[in-house]
């Protein structure tokens, strides 16, 4: 099985600072996908980026960036010019490819990032 | 719009009943999911379908049980052997891609 640690409980950042939140995960597979997700007060969960485990390319969406380390099975997330609207929980999840579970993804704890004005 | 409905939002239930969790999809996805959050946990899989009339156990499946009749619905129906129900609880699917997961809104479950 695989699992996702993500060390990082809790986080704060002022607005306009950059911020980098900490994904490690266990896996002897090759083929894989991992992901950023992000859950704001509302509950509802929102994409944030996603990274195919085959790409050396470090996946970038806009102000949210990640840094992939295959080899140390790291998977950080980086969020430059925070804004408030980031606040949330985010959390890091794995998913294994080729797969007979459909497309289920193994979520991280999660990590609470709170932006300050 | 297409997306992802649960209902109801909230729900409440009484010792040692079953109680049923909607979810609906207009996504034409044929793979769907049932994760479990709880406070400080992150999501656990309960149950997913990757297609009409299957279904699979997932991490967490004790006390739970699910039906997938028609490719748009996958109701999971929570059962009075599941001791600790109190959780939110998200439903998903996904395409043949398995790009991405849509999630729906969530239903909170509470025992009274």
């Known amino acids: 099985a695989q699992t996702v640690t993500q060390s990082q409980p809790e986080m704060s950042v002022q607005e306009a600072e950059t911020v980098t939140l900490s994904c490690t995960y266990d896996t002897s597979e090759s083929n894989y996908y991992l992901f950023w997700y992000k859950q704001p007060p509302s509950r509802q969960m929102i994409l944030v980026i996603r990274?195919?485990?085959?790409?050396?390319q470090n996946a970038t969406e806009n102000r949210f960036s990640v840094n992939f380390q295959k080899a140390a099975k790291s998977f950080s997330l980086k969020i430059s010019d925070s804004q408030l609207g980031d606040t949330a929980m985010y959390f890091c999840?794995?998913?294994?490819?080729?797969?007979?579970?459909?497309?289920?993804?193994?979520f991280g704890k999660g990590t609470s990032l709170l932006v300050t004005p | 719009d297409g997306g992802i409905t649960q209902s109801p939002k909230y729900l409440f239930r009484k010792e040692g009943q079953n109680v049923t969790l909607s979810c609906e999809q207009n996504?034409?996805?044929?793979?769907m999911y049932w994760y479990r959050q709880d406070p400080g946990q992150g999501l656990r899989l309960i149950y997913y379908?990757?297609?009409?009339?299957?279904?699979q156990k997932g991490d967490i499946a004790e006390g739970y049980s699910v039906s997938r009749e028609k490719k748009e619905s996958f109701p999971l129906t929570v059962t009075s052997a599941q001791k600790n129900p109190t959780a939110f609880y998200l439903c998903?699917?996904?395409?043949?891609?398995?790009?991405?997961?849509?999630f729906g809104s969530g239903t909170q479950l509470s025992v009274l």
């Open positions: 996504l034409n996805h044929d793979a």
């Open positions: 990274q195919e485990a085959y790409k050396q």
């Open positions: 379908s990757q297609i009409v009339n299957d279904f």
């Open positions: 998903a699917s996904s395409d043949d891609s398995g790009e991405k997961l849509f």
């Open positions: 999840a794995f998913m294994k490819l080729p797969t007979n579970s459909g497309y289920a993804l193994n």
